[in-house]
């Protein structure tokens, strides 16, 4: 069953006669456009796809699918029209992306033709979370690039080197290899800053023997990856050891006990037993792990309130983490695939602990 025959089905059990797509991964992943703007309007026997001059030429020879409708002005002028004349009356919406105030203007001029606007929420991006042989394929060779991306990282960072000068050669790296617009900034965290899970790489020199967080990702065929590592440079503290050896144990039975069927709380909660039974659980205050694929962060999510269910094909990552404030953190992070009812890892980088030219410290 094609995409547009899986998004159907969904319309008719949900009871929409349409569905008006703004999301611009929902849009690409539905119709392969990949221009900057535009909208598409599914009903069961019309795919529409709305841009402005700028796109008509390029929306024509890549949504070969769909009918290309050249319009003019916002949504509010133009959508009420193509609505009637899908004789629908009940159109859903993206709760999740559709601005209130394009909301506001579409309900009151629908609502004077006789239709409803209705919200949806993740009814494209639940079948976005399974991924067919070439989206698995195209991730596959993003995660094989980030993989060499880190290895230049460990191959470069030396100290003195500034964080950002850091990132600036990795993502330098990763455009030369093949690349697309990297999915996120590339995260290159060390000492103190390694305790912010989501840190900006700074001007801040890099020392040894404190804690480096390297958090990168790659981009193929519009695909993402998402990778993370934490080193050192010379010799590893007995706190660095300790924490690195209670984050990689969570995350190595995580990866191992993981199997389809589990939802996303109880697939985080193999990895934060763990974490919390050796005393740590207040310092991993985000969830295990979050979909892959167009977007770099997506369905399924893996987490404490998460009831996604998790199925072959899903492409996820699994990233335990423990955060000490003034310190610095630890975090290992692989993308995984759902296959067999097993969690297989796509990336492939060592997890190595300490760069000392004299010997890698493997765990």
């Known amino acids: ?16 006669d349409a569905l008006f797509i703004a999301h611009p991964e929902n849009r690409r992943y539905l119709s392969n456009f990949r221009g ?12 529409l796809l709305a841009v402005d001059f700028r796109y008509v030429e390029q929306a024509q020879q890549e949504a070969t699918e769909f009918e290309v409708v050249h319009i003019k002005g916002e ?3 133009w959508l009420p029209e193509l609505a009637v004349n899908l004789g629908a009356r009940k159109i859903g919406f993206e709760s999740n992306y559709l601005p209130f105030a394009t909301y506001q203007k579409l309900r009151t001029v629908l609502r004077n033709c006789g239709i409803k606007l209705t919200p949806t929420d993740n009814v494209v991006e639940s079948l976005r979370a399974i991924k067919d042989k070439e989206e698995i394929d195209s991730i596959t060779a993003a995660a094989a690039l980030a993989d060499a991306a880190f290895e230049h990282a460990r191959s470069i960072i030396r100290p003195n080197i500034t964080e950002k000068e850091v990132a600036w050669e990795v993502e330098k790296f990763l455009r030369n290899q093949g690349s697309e617009t990297v999915p996120f900034d590339i995260i290159v965290a060390s000492g103190p800053n390694s305790a912010l899970p989501h840190a900006r790489a700074s001007e801040k020199r890099i020392r040894e023997n404190e804690p480096i967080v390297i958090d990168l990702g790659a981009r193929i065929n519009g695909y993402c990856s998402d990778l993370t590592r934490t080193i050192v440079l010379g010799s590893e503290d007995g706190v660095f050891a300790r924490i690195y050896d209670i984050v990689l144990g969570a995350q190595l039975t995580a990866i191992a006990t993981i199997t389809a069927g589990m939802t996303g709380n109880e697939a985080d909660n ?3 037993t763990i974490i919390e039974q050796a005393g740590y659980g207040e310092k991993f205050g985000h969830g295990l792990g979050h979909g892959v694929g167009l977007n770099p962060h997506e369905l399924p999510r893996l987490s404490p309130d998460s009831p996604d269910v998790l199925q072959d094909n899903m492409v996820f990552t699994i990233e335990p983490g423990i955060y000490i404030p003034g310190w610095g953190g630890i975090r290992i992070e692989d993308t995984v695939v759902m296959q067999g009812g097993k969690a297989r890892p796509l990336s492939r980088s060592a997890k190595i602990a300490n760069t000392t030219s004299g010997g890698l410290l493997t765990r």
């Not at 069953?1 to 929409?16: E, F, V, Y």
């Not at 900057?36 to 795919?47: F, V």
């Open 1 to 16: 069953m094609n995409r547009l025959a899986k998004l159907r089905q969904s319309l008719a059990d949900l009871g929409l």
């Open 75 to 77: 949504p509010a002028k």
């Open 36 to 47: 900057s703007t535009g909208w598409l309007i599914i009903s069961q026997k019309s795919a």
């Open 270 to 272: 193999l990895a934060r």
